[in-house]
């Protein structure tokens, strides 16, 4: 799906974008800011807020969320909801629903773009 709303901001506290399409931030979503997308989520940054990726289908459609640094507040994909975790790793993370269960894992190119392909 080629539709994405793009941010070039940080966000604060307090601060939530929405948008029915994947939603791309160039900055960092502190604690308090909220991302509700219909897609993807992709945030090229922190991620310390709360994130919602796939949030017009129950079961997530297959959505992931993404981020430099992953900190979380709480994650959500579809119905699926996650708390943050502390003492995140300071490498690239992906989010996905396995089963019933958000599943955090380091991003590696290749394993995604295979699951992307099935």
Avoid: C, M
């Amino acid at each position: 799906d080629p539709d994405a709303r793009i941010v070039y901001k940080t966000l604060r506290g307090g601060q939530k974008i929405e948008t029915e399409h994947s939603l791309i931030i160039l900055g960092d979503v502190n604690s308090g800011a909220e991302l509700v997308a219909g897609g993807d989520i992709i945030v090229l940054g922190t991620l310390r807020g709360v994130a919602h990726a796939g949030a017009y289908e129950e079961t997530g459609g297959g959505r992931f969320i993404f981020a430099l640094k992953l900190e979380p507040s709480q994650l959500r994909i579809g119905s699926v909801i996650s708390r943050g975790e502390s003492g995140a790793a300071h490498i690239p993370e992906i989010a996905r629903v396995d089963g019933t269960n958000i599943v955090v894992e380091p991003y590696q190119a290749r394993a995604v773009l295979a699951r992307i392909r099935r």
